[in-house]
């Protein structure tokens, strides 16, 4: 099993800054993957980042590029999600995930946290 908590949702302006992290507890060397998600109401959960154990391979949903990074430490049990140029559209609930594969799809990946709100104000 592995535990998922994410932190550092928030309210922000239009144009703003927040860093999303997610801390890996558990068995966390049975991950080769980690991913950032969002959901809005009504909506089906988004990918929006992903990034390989190592840390040397990333991939980011066409909305982000350019302004989110994902990145992982060097413990590799804590990623990150560094959100730049903030826009309203952003606004949703982010969550982590962990998984066996390096995937942009939500259903290959096995463990999940429980979310964090960001809200972009215009």
């Known amino acids: 099993q592995v535990q998922l908590v994410e932190s550092g949702g928030g309210l922000v302006q239009a144009g703003g800054s927040l860093r999303l992290s997610c801390a890996a507890s558990?068995?966390?060397?049975?991950?080769?993957?980690m991913g950032w998600f969002r959901q809005t109401p009504g909506k089906e959960r988004e990918f929006v980042a992903r990034i390989n154990r190592s840390g040397g391979a990333t991939d980011y949903a066409d909305s982000v590029t350019g302004r989110f990074t994902i990145s992982i430490d060097n413990t590799k049990t804590t990623v990150y999600l560094q959100m730049n140029s903030l826009k309203p559209e952003d606004t949703a609930v982010y969550y982590c995930?962990?998984?066996?594969?390096?995937?942009?799809?939500?259903?290959?990946?096995?463990?999940w946290g429980k979310g964090t709100q960001v809200t972009v104000s215009s």
């Open positions: 995930a962990a998984g066996r594969i390096f995937s942009a799809s939500a259903p290959a990946f096995t463990y």
């Open positions: 558990g068995r966390t060397f049975s991950s080769a993957a």
